[in-house]
């Protein structure tokens, strides 16, 4: 087991009809609040109500800046720090998934700063400060709601980038399952994707040792496909959705990363170069390129992939590489399963533009740590996507 | 599942050489602290050198409370509380278990009230402030390095009882797993006693539908298994220790009890009494009372005592109630293996001395949720003790 710090100090409200309580928490900093959100479903199933409601009870000002959409831009972020700066606001209230948020924490740290946040992304600042956030989730998936991180497109530089600060914890963040019943089963789909694929970065980034967090791992996994196939059936089973909003946030609150060596992330490094250039759902396009990486690097550490056959899939089988063959195949048949593509054709990405995808992802070749990639295996890997 | 609040300020410093960061921990609020620690063995094994020239390194004073038991007193809190006032100290520094931890804690709560502390055990009193606290763990069992709670014995009145604030989190909990490898034997067994112990309380509570919960459950318990099986035969084996000291911080740092009903608690209800009369060590007394209080129990929820019985001990017996048995048994021969008394005899208990132990229990019945225990109850749990 590796050496680790773990700090993480956001609030976590879970539960049906806890939205109303926000008015509550927020009154703790903030007076005057930007009110982040999507491209307008908190309007039909009610949360927009919901939440204004109970910050005009505590006497919360807002101003609003919708129309965030997935895969969020630097542009409307932008937009977001100049409307905050412009209305002096103290606080943000992101209503939505990890998409709304992200853009939240990047206005949040891009508030206090006078030269471009888009720096934060590339290595040339580190925020040190930002304004209080609080979130309402609308849509499991990221883990954004109890982490410091955000992930960003750069829509003129065809970068899509993360960046991770102590100061970018939400300060509460308000679950609520019941209100994700609503959403079509792709997104919930998508959200699984997302979720398992935080935990494979973790999982299999090579570190020895690490037992306990090896059991929460595949606890989550294990709980994300038995509560996602229950959705399917019926997308308003309380129970499934409340055990996968809160795998989603425990998948990447920082606890199932302690004592690793930092995660693998290379799926994630593709991914982002597939959503930077074409309109596809993160967590489709992670269900596309996980299974491949998979195939790709599965000989560098097999008793692991054999591991996970077994215990996520119940695979009994003592050759290792053939159980660790078999658990990738099977992972690959239930993402099928539940709706998600599999491939760059089920994505309509025509297989000439793999060079494209490759050049996308040298911007931040070499990554990985299970096994480090450069362009050429990145290649291999989008041609396992085929 | 059930609705939760979900908040652990608490930030963990994690690895061998890691003690030698207190200081600086302890700059950022104190600057003249109350030293708690317990029977000397820190002076011998070095903690007590790293602590202290950290301390000085950071120019921090400290006065020292020293010879905190297990089983902590009330009146050792008092004498610290006065201590603390006298010296006008603004921090704690603890240094050692859950006895120096919830000694400190209790002070630091105290040193505010101008009563008696002991209110807050008895419900008359909830504190609301308390002095910062700095915990370096020397050995793991109860969780108390990244909760709210405390446990004291009140000598006079022979309780043993608990109380919890938000504002008892230790800010800084500081986990070198090396410094435990000269730990007897049977101190890693009653903490790997303890630890299972937190898990059962809040697993075995009758809440349905928390699959991840039970599946982070199982995985404590499996891993504070294995990782003591390696330790006894290695006492210094790192990373079996890392994985048994996270897994006991992880047990009840609140995470594993999201979305339960509170946990049942009875075990360690009965355990109190016992410790509270004789100078037993509490994971001694956990490994008699569980298995007697699973004995008594199982029927109110065999379908959970089952999957136990399977996920912990893979027990495939498609008989619910003959593998509840089996896995009880699976539990209480574990726990003889490892050096664990499994009887009041083993205790050095009379069996005579039931009625008084059951008197002492009866200040605090009814208690537990699977099933609610009168005095009747708890005697013929005890006499399951046998």
Same mark, same amino acid.
């Given at each position: 087991?590796?050496? +680790? ?6 609030? #976590? ?9 926000? !008015?509550?928490?927020?009154? =703790? ?36 800046l919708s129309g965030i959409k997935p895969n ?18 103290? !606080? ?28 934060? +992304? ?49 300060? *509460?963040?308000?679950?609520? @399952? =019941?209100?994700?019943? =609503?959403? @079509? ?13 935080? *935990? +494979? ?15 929460? =791992? ?70 596309v390129i996980v299974p491949a990486w998979m ?32 658990? #990738? ?20 990405? @025509? ?23 450069? @362009?050429?295996? *990145? ?8």
């Amino acid at each position: 087991m590796k050496d +680790f710090v773990f700090h993480n100090p956001t609030k #976590i409200v879970f539960g049906k009809g806890k939205i109303s309580q926000i !008015g509550e928490e927020v009154k =703790s900093t903030s007076k005057r609040v930007l009110l982040v959100y999507g491209k307008g479903s908190i309007k039909r199933n009610g949360v927009y109500d919901q939440v204004t409601k109970s910050l005009k009870a505590q006497n919360i000002e807002f101003v609003e800046l919708s129309g965030i959409k997935p895969n969020p831009v630097l542009s409307k972020v932008n937009e977001g720090i100049n409307l905050a700066k412009e209305a002096h606001v103290d !606080g943000i209230v992101a209503v939505g998934g990890g998409s709304v948020i992200d853009t939240s924490k990047t206005i949040a740290a891009g508030f206090y700063r006078d030269g471009d946040i888009w720096d934060a +992304f590339i290595g040339k600042y580190k925020a040190k400060k930002s304004l209080p956030i609080y979130v309402v989730l609308t849509i499991s998936a990221t883990g954004s709601e109890m982490n410091g991180g955000a992930v960003i497109t750069n829509e003129e530089t065809k970068q899509k980038f993360s960046f991770w600060t102590e100061k970018s914890y939400p300060r *509460v963040s308000i679950l609520d @399952p =019941s209100v994700q019943g =609503s959403l @079509p089963p792709i997104q919930t789909a998508n959200g699984a994707s997302d979720i398992i694929s935080h *935990v +494979f970065e973790l999982y299999f980034d090579g570190t020895k040792n690490v037992q306990i967090m090896d059991e929460i =791992s595949e606890g989550i996994v294990r709980t994300v496909i038995d509560c996602t196939n229950a959705l399917m059936k019926d997308p308003n089973d309380y129970d499934a959705r409340a055990n996968f909003v809160w795998s989603a946030t425990l998948a990447l609150n920082g606890i199932n990363g302690t004592g690793r060596s930092g995660g693998d992330w290379s799926s994630h490094a593709i991914e982002h170069s597939l959503s930077a250039l074409y309109d596809v759902a993160h967590g489709s396009g992670l269900a596309v390129i996980v299974p491949a990486w998979m195939r790709y690097v599965y000989r560098v550490d097999v008793e692991k992939f054999a591991r996970f056959a077994n215990t996520v899939f119940g695979i009994d089988e003592t050759d290792q590489e053939k159980a660790a063959i078999v658990g #990738i195949e099977r992972l690959k048949s239930w993402y099928k399963s539940i709706g998600l593509p599999v491939s760059l054709s089920d994505l309509n990405i @025509p297989s000439k533009d793999i060079d494209k995808i490759v050049e996308n992802a040298a911007m931040r070749t070499p990554f990985g740590r299970l096994k480090k990639l450069q @362009p050429s295996d *990145v290649k291999e890997i989008l041609k396992l996507c085929l």
